[in-house]
């Protein structure tokens, strides 16, 4: 008797516990762009990165698949893939963190802007990583949206001298999320 | 007249180095569409192979991949919880419950949501 109450008490723990509110979406787009005027555009976009937001305390990860950045030309895109960032040894680029001081219930349909404060690993490298991100929520999707910059070196990400004055030095990210339960 | 061949010939070889030049730097996309998969497999079976890290050698490859539509997000689509491909374009006429097969590019495994990746997908219809 004492252990089917035991078990019962366990198990409505566990749906307490993953009754978490989480929003979410597969198919988030980060792009980046590293241009230099007249020279052939740098840029890449990935329309299928991952994201899930704890709305209960702001917790934000983001997981992109690097061979998801797709460029115009294809040498380009083989170049980034094999020479620049190794996608087959690092396949993944990930952020972790929290939105700081976030509230669920002020989100609403008019944009309020966070910071979001972690660690951001790319090319097997973690840095701590921080920027402004601008929420609003519309239908119970939650728009987010963040643009940062982005230093290769800082990456351990090496850019041959040939080729070093067609890359920018900093690399403009741009990412966006909509967000679903 | 030995000038004028001379300067044939140079010309000639200008024209195919700088066209195969081009073709090298322009080179077209792969074309997954049309690429022979090198693995048939059940999402089930791919996702096994992710979690147990013995799935390096599937990415960049192309798959084909069969499973139950659980999720249509815009465009694409998630087959049996366990397999995210995305599409072109919006796949009109696929509902969830449906049984899919497709072919696409495995991009790899998303640890948040514990899933496989394919990007460029398409769908590959019964004959």
């Known amino acids: ?181 | 007249m030995k000038k004028k061949i001379v300067f044939l010939i140079v010309m000639l070889v200008l024209v195919v180095g700088a066209y195969t030049g081009y073709k090298y730097l322009y080179k077209d996309h792969r074309n997954i569409t049309k690429e022979v998969a090198v693995v048939e497999t059940s999402a089930a079976q791919l996702q096994e192979q992710f979690q147990n890290n013995a799935a390096e050698a599937l990415l960049n490859k192309t798959l084909t991949v069969t499973g139950i539509v659980t999720q249509i997000e815009g465009k694409s689509i998630t087959i049996d919880d366990k397999v995210h491909c995305s599409f072109k374009y919006e796949m009109k006429g696929v509902q969830v419950g449906d049984e899919i097969h497709l072919k696409g590019r495995c991009i790899g495994y998303d640890d948040l949501f514990e899933i496989v990746k394919l990007d460029q997908s398409t769908l590959i219809t019964a004959e």
């Open chain 1, 1 to 181: 008797m004492k252990l089917t109450f035991l078990i019962a008490i366990c198990l409505f723990a566990s749906t307490v516990c993953s009754a978490q509110h989480k929003y979410s979406s597969k198919t988030g787009t980060i792009d980046f762009e590293a241009s230099v005027p007249s020279f052939e555009e740098v840029k890449a976009v990935n329309e299928n990165v991952s994201a899930i937001l704890n709305t209960d305390n702001g917790e934000f990860a983001s997981l992109a698949l690097v061979k998801g950045f797709r460029f115009k030309i294809a040498l380009m895109e083989e170049h980034f893939n094999e020479n620049y960032i190794e996608s087959s040894q690092f396949p993944k680029a990930i952020f972790k963190g929290k939105l700081q001081d976030f509230v669920f219930s002020e989100v609403s349909e008019s944009v309020s802007e966070y910071m979001l404060k972690g660690t951001i690993t790319i090319h097997g490298v973690t840095e701590p990583f921080e920027t402004s991100v601008k929420l609003k929520k519309v239908n119970d999707v939650i728009e987010l949206q963040t643009e940062f910059e982005l230093k290769p070196e800082k990456f351990n990400i090496k850019i041959p001298k040939i080729v070093s004055n067609k890359i920018a030095t900093e690399v403009f990210v741009k990412a966006m999320y909509s967000l679903s339960n």
